[in-house]
């Protein structure tokens, strides 16, 4: 299909109904279950939770709603390790593939239920030699090896939490996520292979090591084999301390609401939020959402989520969801474009993929490269898609569905976020006739409305806030330490309502569109970077005085950032400047965070008040028209701004 068939396709307000080959074998095909949750939604989230996990208790009282702290499934216990893989092989499951591995480098690895079972012991019986116990935090900070949901599963199996730091993390981020949680202990590798180079992990845990009081111990995987210094006493090799493990391990019965992870983000300030996921409605959800949203049939699907294991999407779709629902997943160390731009469509071609989950700016990068590389392989595996993180494009939903799907396969667009755990807004693919570009509607169980600034709800048609009406099982605990920052954060602005910080809008027909975020923070690549995060950051820097930090619209990452710098006296505007900003900013939170474009002024534009109009210098940044610029105290300083920006056209990378 060329672009002009595409474009005259959206143009006519195409839907596409579940086709009639999938409808037949899906798991769910009409509106029932809908029905169903919305005459009780406790129960219905009950009934979840008995029919797909194993309880060693059950839960006397659903749901507790002291608003708005929930607690699910209250006085039942479980254990997340024995669910997701002790009662498969004990059902006979245990030479069913968990996880058909791949390295960057070609090497692979396949590991049954049954083998994923026995490492996970011997890490935990090694975990405990290490003076790991229930309660206590653990940070993991590795690649995208077998090991990093190893110890993610090690610890949910003696009941300590885990806070994962994605490894492109600088060792900043990583010291400042252990000292919040106060780890006793870090987990990582020497190295991470990244487009064939190796990303020294084992020296950012050292450096944030030096300013971790709380560490007692470092757990090192050995991945790239490059020499690394082992600090005596503190420092152990994975493969001195863990084979040697007994196999046998007890899977501690937890409480349901007992502390299974953090997971920091970013909020809109620079300090990231440590996210608190619990035990037993987090796994519900999460198991719920992956076999009816996936349509999953795990006799038969290889499933694929290509995300990192460091973001939320990799905690609940790469781990927690396959693995509770039995599932055999495709699981990759490297990226799309190496050694070349068809990795993907190899491995999918290789494993015979049937379900794929990827992110809107990874399709587009696909888009970019052209139809050939995935022409090249053999795709017809694939019967489900689905894509997470960002708004997608109609252009790029209907790219995918082409030239992926071979026009065969649904696409599942699915609304959530680190503090909803699980997928709250997306299609059924057996039920939803599907509108490329949009989310569709909330699940079964979930309330979801649009409200405007006062908090009343949206008529349909029309747009607002995007909020969430009543408590669900995988929601955030709270934010770690931080009780009064939950409230203000997400139940301080609408009386009652969860605020998700994103925009949205719905059709005559009611279908949910997400329109982006809202509030000051960015998404690249459908990763959440605070403005304020790398404000800071860049005034890190000995030369910067001030700096605002803005999302423009960027047609491969979906945003991109653009930072405005007023140097210090005695600087200069140049070229090797703007590189040394972007490397510092690197530096201090990660590759994520460079700076795209950096325009040096001199002068921001704000309000009266002293807040930076963030807003005006999007436009700038988009060479857009300026928008109401009469809350300034001073009009004219974006017209200087827009002028030298024109001007000077701000070196960008
Ligand atoms: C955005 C990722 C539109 C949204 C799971 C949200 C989306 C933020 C979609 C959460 C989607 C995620 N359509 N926007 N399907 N999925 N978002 O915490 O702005 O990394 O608030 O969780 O990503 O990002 P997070």
């Known amino acids: ?87 498969h ?4 499951r245990g030479d069913r593939v968990a996880y058909l591995w791949e390295g960057e480098p070609g090497d692979t690895r396949t590991i049954t239920y049954a083998e994923l079972l026995d490492e996970v012991c011997r890490a935990a019986n090694a975990l405990v030699s290490l003076g790991v116990r229930k309660g206590d935090r653990v940070n993991i900070y590795m690649g995208m090896v077998p090991e990093l949901p190893v110890a993610m599963l090690a610890c949910a199996r003696i009941g300590a939490a885990h806070s994962v730091v994605f490894g492109g993390f600088s060792s900043d981020a990583l010291r400042d996520r252990i000292n919040d949680a106060e780890a006793k202990l870090l987990i990582t590798a020497d190295g991470a292979w990244r487009r064939g180079q ?104 290889v499933y694929w989520c290509a995300a990192d294991v460091g973001w939320v999407t990799g905690h609940s779709y790469i781990v927690y969801g396959p693995l509770a629902n039995g599932a055999t997943s495709v699981m990759y160390e490297g990226t799309p474009d190496f050694p070349d731009k068809d990795r993907f469509w190899s491995i999918v071609e290789k494993y015979k993929v049937s379900i794929l989950y990827t992110a809107p700016t990874a399709i587009r990068t696909f888009m970019k490269w052209g139809p050939d590389y995935p022409r090249k392989h053999d795709l017809s595996s694939l019967r489900l898609l689905g894509t997470v993180g960002e708004p997608i494009n109609p252009e790029a939903w209907v790219w995918y569905w082409e030239h992926i799907g071979g ?35 909330p699940l079964p169980g979930i309330g979801a409305d649009i409200v405007d600034d006062v908090g009343n709800s949206v008529p349909i048609p029309g747009g607002g806030n995007l909020v969430l009406t009543r408590p669900w099982p995988s ?63 860049l005034v890190d820097h000995s030369a910067v005085a001030e700096a605002a930090v803005v999302g423009r619209a960027d047609a491969t990452t979906g945003q991109a950032i653009g930072a405005f710098v ?24 990660g590759p994520i965070a460079r700076p795209k ?34 809350t300034l105290a001073d009009p004219s300083v974006v017209d200087g701004i827009k002028a030298r920006y024109l001007a000077q056209q701000p070196a960008e990378e």
């Open 1 to 87: 299909m060329s672009d002009a068939t595409i474009e005259a396709l959206l143009a006519e307000g195409r839907t596409f109904p579940p086709p009639e080959h999938f409808k037949k074998q899906a798991l769910i095909v009409g509106s029932e279950i809908y029905e169903e949750a919305d005459r009780d939604a406790e129960g219905f989230w009950a009934r979840q939770a008995a029919d797909l996990l194993d309880w060693s208790e059950d839960w006397h009282t659903i749901l507790e709603w002291d608003l708005p702290f929930a607690k699910w499934f209250v006085g039942g216990k479980l254990n997340v390790a024995h669910n997701c893989l002790d009662r």
């Open 89 to 92: 092989v004990a059902a006979g």
């Open 198 to 301: 190796v990303v020294p992990l084992k020296q950012s845990a050292d450096e944030a090591m030096a300013q971790s009081p709380s560490i007692e111990h470092c757990l090192v995987l050995r991945r790239t084999g490059q020499d690394v210094p082992m600090e005596r006493g503190r420092d152990v090799w994975w493969h001195d301390v863990v084979p040697q493990q007994p196999t046998e391990a007890p899977a501690e019965p937890m409480d349901s609401e007992q502390l299974l992870y953090l997971l920091y983000t970013s909020g809109t300030t620079a300090k990231p939020k440590g996210i608190m996921h619990t035990t037993g409605g987090y796994l519900t959800q999460v198991a719920f959402t992956h076999k009816y949203v996936f349509d999953l049939h795990p006799e038969t699907d």
């Open 407 to 441: 026009e065969r396969c649904p696409v599942v667009d699915t609304w959530w976020q680190t503090e909803t755990g699980a997928i709250m807004i997306s299609p059924l693919p057996g039920a939803t006739t599907l509108k490329p570009g949009s989310a569709t509607f």
């Open 475 to 537: 929601m955030l605990r709270g934010i770690w330490g931080d009780p009064e920052r939950y409230r203000d954060t997400y139940w301080g602005r609408f009386d009652g309502k969860y605020f998700a910080g994103d925009g949205a809008k719905r059709d005559d027909e009611g279908y949910f569109w997400l329109l982006g975020r809202i509030d000051d923070v960015m998404n690249i690549s459908g990763h959440r970077i605070s403005t304020t995060e790398v404000e800071s950051a």
């Open 566 to 589: 007023i140097l210090r006296a005695g600087f200069e505007p140049d070229d090797g400047l703007a590189g040394e900003l972007r490397d510092h900013v690197s530096k201090v939170i």
């Open 597 to 630: 474009t950096i325009l040096f002024t001199e002068e921001l534009p704000k309000t009266r008040s002293g807040k930076i109009m963030r807003r005006l210098l999007r436009n700038v940044a988009e060479d857009e028209v300026l928008g109401d610029t009469t």
